[in-house]
């Protein structure tokens, strides 16, 4: 009933910027949060920002004050700004969505495909 579509990952160079965007579709009643999260070779995904009810923020301490995540309410939409990029950024990325897709109380979680960040030294 829902996707998510990343896009915006590629190859840069430590300290430059990329803008991930994240797009959902299909039968959504309301969005309750969003949010980003990564996995590197080897790694446990972990958390990278969400975004409760379009509003409240969460960042992983490691990307505090580098990335920022937001979100287009009208488009169903979030986005992560990644700037001051480091090797250690790294990742497949991953879009979150907890979703309502009725007026039934049950909300459902859904992951995107990914999108491959890689940062050079």
């Known amino acids: 009933q829902v996707q998510l579509v990343e896009s915006g990952g590629g190859l840069v160079q430590a300290g430059g910027s990329l803008r991930l965007s994240c797009a959902a579709s299909g039968t959504i009643f309301s969005i309750n949060s969003m949010g980003w999260y990564r996995q590197a070779p080897g790694k446990q995904r972990e958390l990278v920002a969400t975004?409760?009810?379009?509003?409240?923020?969460n960042y992983a301490d490691s990307v505090k004050g580098r990335f920022t995540i937001s979100v287009d309410n009208a488009k169903n939409m979030v986005y992560l700004q990644m700037n001051s990029l480091k090797p250690e950024d790294t990742a497949v990325y991953y879009c979150?969505?907890?979703?309502?897709?009725?007026?039934?109380?049950?909300?459902?979680?859904?992951w995107g495909q990914g999108t491959q960040v890689a940062v050079s030294s």
């Open positions: 979150q969505a907890v979703v309502r897709v009725s007026t039934s109380r049950f909300t459902y979680l859904y």
């Open positions: 975004i409760i009810n379009g509003v409240n923020t």
